[in-house]
């Protein structure tokens, strides 16, 4: 369908309208009280104490997550589109039920099958705390970024075929050496596209991380649940703002990896 130059100029103007309304402006203000008080307010606010143990919370529970994504993610999307076996459209809809389900129930599930008075609550009294500890965090970030590696991995796995793997099985390979070197190179943009999607979810983590957590500073406290704290319970708008920049300039140079890596992957 053509379209006539007026109607071409008034769609990209309501387009833009809506991006400037919903990104462009929020994002402004929010630097602008960040910034309002000067660069050293906005440093002093984004390393205290409670900012940098946040921080490093955040770093941590990405470090873990991604891992157990990828050898998950992985091998979830070679099963899917190399195997053929009874409940496959199954698994294929729980891949999916992150996106479907709110985080918040995620949270309240955790708390009743880890809780103290849970299914498996009773592992607390043997010292290890799930709940309102790092290992609840992580059980809740697990879930909420379970689908990213496995639907960026499954289309790549489907483009590519399995014509060199089987060659490579009768070359007399084994099923590591076919994955090391025939498998793992072929989808290693649409993996390195998945872990860069789930940092941004990881990092980006509120409603299931604040079910299972403590919300103490310096204890289980994210940079998400730290710029909750400061603007509802401390009610410091200030440093607020200076901890949700800090945790946008993360997200946008997560974006900026994904928009390389995508041109990258694009080019290939």
Known sequence: MKLSAPTRISLRVIALGYLFVLLVLPLG?????AFGHGIGAFIDQISTPAAISAFNLSMIIV????PINVVFGVVTAIALVRGDFPGRRLVQGLVDLPFAVSPVVVGVSLIMLWG??????????????VIFGLPGM?????????????REVEPVLHEIGDDQEQAAATLGA????????????AIRWGLTY?????????????????????????????????????YINDHNDFGAYCAATLLM????????????LERKRDSK
């Open 249 to 260: 300039g993360i997200a946008l140079l997560t974006l900026l990896l994904m928009t390389v």
């Open 63 to 66: 470090a873990i997550v991604v």
């Open 29 to 33: 203000v929010i630097l602008g009280r």
């Open 116 to 129: 103290a008075s849970g299914w498996f609550g009773g592992i607390e009294s043997l010292g290890f705390r």
């Open 194 to 230: 998945g872990v860069v999607l789930t940092v941004a979810r990881a990092l980006g983590e509120f409603g299931a991380v604040i079910m299972v957590s403590s919300g103490f500073a310096g204890v289980s406290q994210t940079l998400t649940l730290l710029v909750h704290a400061r």
């Open 138 to 150: 992580v059980l809740a970030t697990i879930f909420v970024t379970l689908p990213f590696v496995v």
């Open 174 to 185: 084994s099923r590591w050496q076919t994955f090391w070197r025939i498998t793992l190179p």
